[in-house]
């Protein structure tokens, strides 16, 4: 059972209860509708061409051989579907920030290998995949620009020439005098570190399948998306469409992770061509695609310098962060997503007085950088988190300790960061103390030294990281940084039927965060009904009220914020009409699991069945000017958003013979707000660290340097298996935010944040008494056996 420690008052009856998940019996017994399993009349299927060259223009596309394949309906190329729709241009308010244009399939040149140039259309899969392989282009290749550091570089040419530059942004966040609290600074750290580029790998790669009807001009679009309505945005002002023709669904979704959070070429282009065609048409990406073409993450260089005091306080930190963003500006987050996240989040959750960030965004040719779950967190605890432990090792102090000193106290709060982000709130102590007592800190510590002492090969290494984040932001900053779209706002739509039970929809869309179940438990608990009661909807523009998607922690705050509002407005208007019916005043009743009573009269009950028949009844059944029906629509904003946070702890087993690193214990402590479901929650966070151990020790996407993809495929792409993820202990602080509705806080995307962090502090713990550093992730094993070389050949470790 999973653990939560709960807040001085008890939470209401289903908020805080362990629900088994309710979609997972269709899900787990293969019940679920995904993209690829729809189908239509007449559909067509698609296979996309795509550029074997990071960098080429396209001299000609001869389409007569893949027309001659049995089975292909049509081929088209950029040129002709640029006349039926307009290119992806991510707009931001940012000052010198440099937008891109994307088209839906490349016109004149590619500038990535992957871009898709042409679509072949047949009557199923495989005569689609002949055609693409019949297809006849002829190419001249240009030189690529496979590396950041080349693409800022005065003689480096140009990956869009209209922009001028291949810095598409930059941004300076500056807080008191940095320059001068290095000065004099007694203890200074620091390094060049590297983030090398990731793969999110959902377990469904995308897809999408659009339908055009002619007589209505409707168009339906079932994408495996994180965000259906911006998705319909989109299709609206790049088809020229009206938004109210457009239908996006997104079905079951096999994981998104932030990948399926951009709005794709591939989406335009199939709602286009299924509108030239008057034809359904259909797309599932294979692995190979996904892997090739789908937004990567992270890919950054950062230069990071810490200044201390003697006794380990932080007088100051500077930064300068070269993000590769790959070849386009991605809709709608933009270029600023990763590198600005970055320096937003490195101060931590640190009293940090001087403190100065800058970021570049720099395009090159490689496929385009986008969010990831964390987004630009990871990064910043990893660089942070690595500066404070080799500062403790200066210092001779405990890592544990010198985070005390450090952290923001509680009377401090709320605090504004040297970034100008907002704290609202944050057990950053009381999460590092139940962690190391949880673990057994000192245990480990002593039993590391033993270890030591005794000479064993196997070297133990504890490693710890605290970071903080922003959740369920609302309108007051962009999810992305100037990115020039809303996300603040999300709503929800309650309606009690004439049977009494409840249907809530809403515009996020789930890709495995378990909203059919937490969202019901909010909706249950407010309207006092049963959970089996709840119906939620959501994933269907048009079903829901307006709303963006499910991305960046948002959905349990603003999600569930617009359920509590939408629910009290129906609970209210529920109890007005029972107390017309029983002659009762409405303060006098009260409603649990679906029947209403007079207090303390037991024998005074209607059922909500008997309430909404009477609200569905007419005006002769209800009192005097109130409006027939059960229905109520709320909007929430939570306008900054919430602060989650949390520490982690690792314990690892570096074994130098071999240069392997084994992850053997585990344990996180979150300050995730009100827990709307502690077994959901646990998942959340156990699956997060998983992928932070593939980020730490194993996952990168390596391109040459010509810009030519070498992780192709699962067998050179390595994630991180059962065999490689410890058992993780879980602990969830219940601790209610004081900013937003429910108490609630986002939890989506702590256990990636913090991990990496964690596992790199362990294994530089592991290799202290060689005097070796970690500033490079992930630690693969030919990493670690070069260090481990570098050690040897200069007599810091035997052979």
């Known amino acids: ?31 679920g509708r995904y993209v690829a399993d729809h189908a239509r009349p007449r559909m067509l299927h698609l296979a996309f061409a795509r550029s074997p060259h990071p960098h080429a223009l396209i001299r000609r596309i001869d389409t007569t051989t893949a027309h001659a394949v049995p089975g292909v309906i049509a081929c088209v190329t950029g040129e002709e579907l640029a006349r039926d729709v307009r290119p992806l241009v991510a707009e931001s308010r940012m000052k010198d920030y440099k937008a891109t244009r994307w088209p839906a399939l ?22 689609a995949e002949d055609g693409v392989d019949a297809l006849a282009v002829d190419w001249a290749p240009l030189p690529a620009i496979g590396d950041a550091r080349q693409a800022m570089a005065e003689a480096a040419g140009l990956v869009h020439e209209e922009a001028g530059t291949n810095v598409l942004l930059t941004r300076t966040f500056a807080q008191g005098d940095v320059d001068a609290a290095f000065a004099d600074a007694p203890v200074v750290v620091g390094d060049r570190f590297r983030f090398h580029r990731h793969a999110p790998v959902a377990l469904e790669n995308r897809a999408c399948l659009a339908e055009f009807e002619p007589a209505s001009g409707r168009l339906t679009v079932w994408s495996s998306t994180q965000v259906p309505g911006m998705l319909r945005d989109a299709l609206a002002e790049l088809l020229a469409m009206p938004a109210h023709l457009i239908h996006v669904i997104a079905p079951d979704v096999g994981g998104g992770f932030g990948l399926k959070s951009a709005i794709y070429p591939e989406e335009i282009a199939l709602a286009a061509l299924a509108r030239r065609l008057g034809q359904p048409v259909k797309w599932v990406g294979d692995r190979r695609e996904d ?6 993450s992270w890919d950054e260089e950062i230069e990071a310098e810490l200044a201390l005091d003697r006794d380990g306080r932080i007088r100051g930190l500077r930064a300068r962060v070269v993000c590769d963003v790959g070849a386009y500006s991605i809709y709608p987050w933009t270029a600023s997503i990763e590198a600005i996240q970055v320096i937003s989040f490195l101060p931590g959750p640190y009293r940090v007085p001087h403190y100065r960030g800058q970021a570049f965004g720099v395009a090159t040719h490689k496929a385009p950088l986008g969010p990831y779950r964390g987004v630009g967190r990871p990064v910043s605890t990893f ?37 100008g982000v907002v704290w609202d709130s944050g057990s950053f102590a009381e999460s590092l103390e139940t962690a190391c007592a949880r673990i057994g800190y000192e245990g480990l510590r002593a039993e590391q030294a033993r270890r030591r002492a005794r000479g064993e090969r196997r070297w133990l290494g504890i490693g710890i990281a605290s970071y903080v984040e922003l959740t369920g932001i609302g309108s007051a900053i962009p999810a992305s940084p100037g990115a020039d779209i809303s996300t603040g706002v999300e709503g929800a739509t309650l309606r009690i039927d004439q049977s009494g039970t409840v249907t809530a929809s809403f515009g996020l869309a789930s890709h495995g965060q378990g909203h059919e179940t937490t969202l019901a438990q909010v909706v249950a608990d407010e309207l006092g009904v049963k959970l089996a009661d709840v119906r939620v909807v959501h994933g269907d523009t048009a079903q829901g009220p307006v709303g963006s998607g499910t991305y960046a922690s948002r959905s349990a705050v603003l999600g569930g914020g617009a359920a509590i509002l939408a629910a009290r407005a129906l609970r209210e208007k529920t109890l007005t009409i029972a107390a ?17 009573g007079v207090k303390g009269s037991p024998e005074r009950q209607i059922t909500l069945r008997a309430v909404a028949r009477a609200a569905y009844a007419g005006l002769r059944r209800l009192p005097k000017g109130m409006e027939p029906g059960l229905e109520a629509t709320r909007f929430y904003d939570p306008y900054f958003g919430t602060a989650s946070s949390a520490t982690h702890i690792a314990v690892v087993a570096v074994d130098p013979d071999i240069a392997v690193v084994s992850v053997l214990r585990y344990a996180v402590v979150e300050d995730g707000g009100r827990i709307i479901n502690p077994l959901i929650a646990e998942g959340q966070v156990i699956g997060g660290v998983a992928q932070g151990v593939g980020a730490a020790l194993l996952e990168e996407v390596v391109y040459d340097g010509d810009g030519q993809l070498l992780t192709g495929s699962l067998m050179d792409y390595l994630v991180p298996t059962a065999v490689e993820v410890p058992s993780i202990d879980v602990l969830h602080l219940d601790r209610p935010s004081p900013s937003t509705l429910g108490g609630f806080k986002g939890i989506g995307e702590g256990g990636t944040i913090g991990a990496p962090a964690a596992i790199a502090n362990a294994v530089a713990d592991a ?14 094993q030919e990493r670690l056996f070069q260090l481990l070389t570098a050690v040897r050949a200069r007599g810091g470790e035997p052979a």
């Open 383 to 419: 660089v942070t988190e690595t500066l404070v432990d080799r500062a403790a090792r200066r210092l001779g102090l405990d890592p544990a300790e010198i985070r005390r000193r450090n952290f923001i106290r509680p009377e401090e709060l709320p605090y504004r960061s040297p970034s």
């Open 291 to 296: 892997l090739l073409a789908s937004t990567q």
């Open 106 to 127: 490349a016109v004149e040149r590619t500038r990535f290998a992957g871009e898709a140039v042409a679509a072949v259309l047949a009557a199923d899969r495989y005569s």
């Open 767 to 780: 290799l202290a008494p060689l005097g070796a550093e970690v500033r490079e992730l992930p630690i693969t």
């Open 580 to 596: 017309h019916l029983l002659e009762a005043a409405p303060a006098d009743l009260e409603i649990a699991e679906g029947a209403i």
């Open 1 to 31: 059972m999973p653990e939560f420690s709960p807040p001085a008052s008890a939470p209401p009856r289903l908020i805080g209860a362990p629900i088994p998940r309710v979609e997972d019996g269709r899900l787990l017994s293969g019940r």
